[in-house]
């Protein structure tokens, strides 16, 4: 277990730069998300701290060690593949135990290591099959059991979820927050699933190409996110493009006067909105800002209605409804009345 600080870590390739000036301390015992679309830089940023890529410029530390020019195996990293990586030749045991043997643990030492690894995955008893005789997730917990052994300073993980189906993904990712907590192991996880990375961080970085555009918990990066970018990454969010003309008023592009908490900053704005905080019928009645809406489509997700609606010709949102019992269900070319307070709005002034 160790602190980690990455310090205005850069990677280019030529022209084109895929990290840029990232800087992210990480407490010992913290477990933090690298969330971000395909391409944001996520992965290669993860390369650059378990030591396969070099960085273009910058420093990374762990614990009081400069690691930034070492290579993988003088960092102490546990690595957890998307892939899993395991070796189809080798046993459980065998595939657990092969990183120790390449740092020459002696087999007195491996054998107790390999048996704890693989209790605390819950695969004991396992050690004699292949990896073709296991499922997916048990495949993915071996690959973890492997980087336990280890005995990292920081754990490492690249989208370590993403070949598992929706139910057992769900399961392992429990699993794996549970046991890196348990252990006090300072984890990165890469991940482009919003839904991974709300309930497995302690904290949680969004990148957008190659820069950091917020760090926080999840709370703070739900109710106060940085920019437009972020509030539309983190959770879902209906956008009504306009202008602000003077403090707390929002003009829409299709002429809506809407109330809202900006500041007296005049010029091309976005107003954000949380679907889920955009209150229909009745309880729309006694807020500032009330208006007549038409569905042009519903989806049915379950626990929630998902309506699409327009405001005018220019403005649509999106609205989130629990499916409550013996509810009428909005068809399209209904007329809703809507409405939302004044300070559920974030607004962010848009370039021209």
């Not at 913290?30 to 391409?39: I, M, Q």
């Not at 955009?278 to 007549?292: D, I, K, R, T, Y």
């Amino acid at each position: 277990m160790a602190r980690l600080s990455i310090d205005h870590l850069n990677k280019r390739y030529g022209d084109l730069t895929v990290v840029d000036d990232v800087t992210i301390d990480v407490a010992d015992g913290e477990f933090l998300v690298l969330l971000g679309p395909s391409g944001c830089g996520k992965t290669t940023t993860l390369r650059m701290i378990a030591g396969f890529m070099p960085p273009s410029a910058g420093s990374i530390t762990i614990g009081e060690r400069n690691v930034t020019g070492l290579p993988p195996w003088k960092r102490n990293c546990g690595l957890v593949f998307q892939s899993y990586a395991l070796f189809p030749h080798m046993t459980v045991a065998e595939n657990v135990a092969f990183g120790l043997e390449m740092h020459k643990v002696s087999a007195a030492e491996r054998t107790p290591r390999v048996a704890e690894a693989l209790r605390l995955v819950r695969l004991t008893g396992f050690d004699s099959r292949y990896p073709r005789q296991l499922s997916g997730g048990q495949q993915q917990r071996v690959a973890l059991a492997r980087a336990l052994a280890m005995e990292p300073d920081v754990l490492l993980l690249d989208e370590p979820l993403s070949n598992l189906d929706a139910k057992l993904r769900q399961e392992v990712r429990v699993e794996i927050s549970d046991l890196t907590r348990k252990l006090g192991l300072t984890t990165i996880m890469v991940t482009h699933d919003q839904e991974e990375a709300l309930t497995m961080a302690d904290r949680l970085v969004v990148m957008e190409k190659g820069q950091v555009r917020q760090i926080g918990t999840q709370r703070e990066l739900y109710e106060k996110p940085a920019d437009r970018f972020v509030a539309g990454f983190i959770g879902r969010s209906a956008f009504l493009e306009g202008s602000v003309a003077e403090a707390g008023r929002f003009r829409s592009a299709g002429g809506l006067d809407i109330a809202c908490m900006a500041a007296a900053v005049p010029g091309p704005a976005t107003l954000a909105l949380r679907p889920e905080r955009v209150a229909v019928g009745a309880e729309s009645e006694a807020l500032p800002n009330g208006f007549q809406a038409r569905v042009e489509y519903v989806s049915y997700l379950g626990a929630l209605l998902e309506i699409d609606v327009a405001l005018s010709e220019q403005d649509r949102m999106l609205l989130q409804i629990p499916n409550r019992r013996g509810m009428v269900e909005p068809k399209t070319g209904d007329t809703l009345t809507i409405g939302w307070a004044a300070d559920v709005g974030l607004v962010y002034p848009r370039a021209v």
